[in-house]
């Protein structure tokens, strides 16, 4: 009686993959029409070149490598959200790490595909491979991001197999493409070891790589020596933008998954604060990191660094730079510090700004210090155009469309992991509380 | 093994610009037309830097020509991922411009801002095509462009002189800008040789070289005014 039940309690968490209704169609015609004038814009500008940005010398960068960025920042939330926690065995996690991880594989292409975006010779991109330059940062960035994207799926394939193995024996739809992926999964004693031996592996793996990835990406900028990028802070400071940044997406995801198939049952409030706690960590972590950045920079007072530290503190670049100021910190900050207002409501609207803020950070660290070289120079003020920003809705939407499409594939809550949370972990947890303290378990 | 390099003596340039039309001309530098220019799109791969130093009342003003340094630890060649742009074993740094991708990064890396992009096809007026210099490729769109001291003049006085059967005489090689200054600022030579000009200007008390304090070892020296 009690197995029944509980089988048609998380029978809600196969509806999305077996149901579609006409919201998916619309949001889908939305979000494919959205791609193509994304495709329509970079046509135009591969046919024309670069020239219909509105990059020039000395701004040679702008969009396009701040949404690289901002997009790598963004794919933090998976792996490391998940594999912590996996680690830490917060049980919590359980119905939150598959909409985790699928976060960072998808938006990692987006990343990657900005920098393609960005190539004056597209066409010529395998040079990386037939002419590799090592010393080149960008072939850092080549490698830690293909070893990234390779590791985080399989870090979200692993755990996905047993749930595979589920759908194909529920008789649905699509059960030859589940026969493949679930690769003759029974659920045996043995199997279930392997398959945990596999995930804390890759848990602890991938937690290195994560944080490769995004120091990587910093060094970039750090690299070079121009003013205000040549710092060495710039790789943890990336780093944690880069949870923070990730946290949020995962929230407003979570959001949107909650709503839509209805799972308040399994994502429900305690998450929501779990997940708060976390964001509200990152951001005074960002904050220790902002702080000190731009301290070092006034204190040691060289005019080539103030030039740019003025821009961005009262220049042109002021509203960039206090907005993301009031993004990344005034906003979430109060949110964030209550309890009342940690709810899935208050996260949302926390993570909403974050990622506004977040986004402006990439901005405001890429552009100004390019705008201010050393040696005089016209100044020239580089305002996007609009195929830079259809490119950046483009690339958006693309995000959301396969994300949609990943749930209407595979369950978005990981339901062999609910089911053994459910089953297994109150005597585990019961066990290793005994482990932790003296006088318990005598009995 | 020759290790070219330029002085300009800024007591004698009268920053006329002969040197940047010279150059404009000699490399077939796109001309790109008013509006792209006034978006900072011009490409002049020596240029007349205003360069002005300390605050009223007591400013400096200087205008000096700024062709590529091609420093001895180029902050350019170390970023490019493909080897598009390197350090030759002359000292030259070199574009190969049918390699570049286009990533721009090492325009970004340059503390010289002395790289150049085609933001477009290049483009000259109908009447200009037939005064195009053959002995330079003509850039595609989407690649970084810079001053490559007339390399082509090196590989072309290297030919005449085996053909003569003699080795390479300093005057052999100019690059277009030393050859056009009206007025004698500009020298070009090698600098391994104690003996030649340049290397024996480059020495004097009045040398300096650009930003010499981020270690990038530029070869081009200024020789500087008024002393």
Redesign the interface.
Known sequence: MEELNLKQEDEILFRPVERTGRAFYLTLTLLITLIFWAIYAYQFQYQEGLGVTGLARPIFWGVYITNFVFFIGISHAGTLISAILRLAKAEWRRSITRSAEVITVLVLFFGVGNILMDLGRPDRMLNIIKYSQFQSPLLWDVSSITIYLTASSIYLYLPLIPDIALLRDRNGKRRWFYRILALGWRGTERQHRLLEKGISFMAILVIPIAVSVHTVVSFVFAMTIQPMWHSAIFGPYFVAGAIFSGIAALIIAMNIIRKVYHLEEYLRPVHFNHLGVLLLVMTLLWFYFTFTEYLTTYYGGEPIHMRIFWMKFTGGFAPYFWGMFLFCFVIPLPILSFKKTRTPLGTLIASISVIIGMWLERYVIVVPTLTNPRLPNEMVIYFPTWIEWSMFAGCISFFILLYMIFTKLFPIVSIWEVREGREKSMAEVQERIKTYLPGIGVE | MHRWGMVIDLDKCTACQACVVACLAENNIALIGPE?SA????IHWIEL????EGEYPHVKARLIP?PCMHCDHP?CT???????TYLNEEGIVTQINY???????C???C???VK??????PKWPEEMKGALNRDVSIR?????EKCTFCHHRLLQAREKAKAEGRGLLPEDYVPACVQACPSGAMFFGDLNDPFSTVSKLSRERRAFR??ED?GTEPKVYYLSEGV
């Open positions: 792209e978006k900072g799109r011009t830097v205003p360069y002005i700024r902050p170390k970023v490019c991922p493909v080897y598009a390699r570049c991708i286009g990533c721009r990064y325009t970004t890396a503390p010289y801002t150049y992009f085609n933001w477009y096809e595609t769109k989407g690649v970084v650009l930003m981020l």
